[in-house]
């Protein structure tokens, strides 16, 4: 079985599990930092380490639910998970939620998962094989302005009256996961996706991956790619595009400096 079709496996069983668990009800508390976590974020996380880790026991292992262990440093291969990511529309009911693994080689992905399980969307990459949304081909929008162009983000950041140059009117909507909004991005439903705030290496490998192997860039707001597999996973920021969009998106923020959390 090859990496792809092991973490799609497991995907799937994973998402079953986040359905049928938001069904039963749910235990809710919050994490050092204030961010909301459930039981089911927990059970998903142990489902997946068991299955993959079975299944690759001498690959690495980073997630948003476990203990970070510096053994992944030294590991040929490595999983990068975020077992619910949007837990926040998890708990109330929405759909934008999704289940994301990477397989890491050498700091970039080589086979990845996006796992909507609400929608019933499987959005799937491997290196030089293009990526997929339930099985078919897709790839990014052709807009070429900003100007009306369909933007996932924060309306107020957008609004905000201290940009050297103001945002053009555009179709702004929200979703809660990171990987979600990446791979809609990806298969040309929106446009472009910004977030000038802290990520972290499990929201954004997955749809990196699946982002480039469509034909869409993934940057951060300097343009810098990114690197996965390091000793701390925090990524300052993320710009999601076309190609045309890209630079012009860049333009307007890359003169910000931000502060990692």
Request: negative net charge; contains cysteine.
């Amino acid at each position: 079985m090859t990496d792809l079709d092991l973490i799609l496996e497991a995907a799937r069983e994973a998402g079953a599990l986040a359905v049928s668990a938001r069904e039963k009800g749910l235990k809710v508390w919050s994490k050092a930092g204030g961010s909301p976590v459930t039981d089911a974020d927990l059970a998903v996380d142990a489902l997946l380490k068991e299955r993959l880790m079975t299944a690759r026991p001498g690959y690495g292992w980073l997630s948003e639910e476990t203990a970070d262990d510096p053994a992944r440093l030294a590991t040929m291969r490595q999983f990068v998970v975020d077992p619910i990511d949007g837990t926040a529309a998890y708990l109330k009911g929405k759909p934008w939620f999704s289940v994301s693994i990477a397989v890491v080689e050498g700091g970039k992905p080589v086979a990845s998962v996006v796992l909507a399980p609400a929608l019933d969307e499987t959005y799937a990459a491997a290196v030089g094989e293009g990526a997929t949304l339930n099985g078919a081909p897709i790839k990014p929008s052709a807009a070429t302005q900003l100007d009306g162009a369909a933007m996932l983000g924060d309306a107020k950041m957008f609004a905000y009256p201290g940009w050297p140059e103001p945002w053009p009117a555009m179709r702004i909507e929200s979703r809660n996961s990171i990987a979600y909004r990446i791979c809609l991005v990806a298969c040309g439903d929106f446009d472009a996706a910004i977030a000038l705030s802290s990520k972290n290496e499990w929201d954004l490998a997955a749809g990196d991956l699946i982002c480039a192997e469509a034909g869409a860039v993934l940057v951060d707001h300097k343009g810098r790619g990114f690197t996965y597999n390091r000793p701390n996973p925090l990524l300052p920021s993320v710009v999601c595009a076309n190609k045309p969009l890209a630079p012009l998106i860049l333009s307007r923020v890359g003169h910000i400096d931000l502060q990692q959390r």
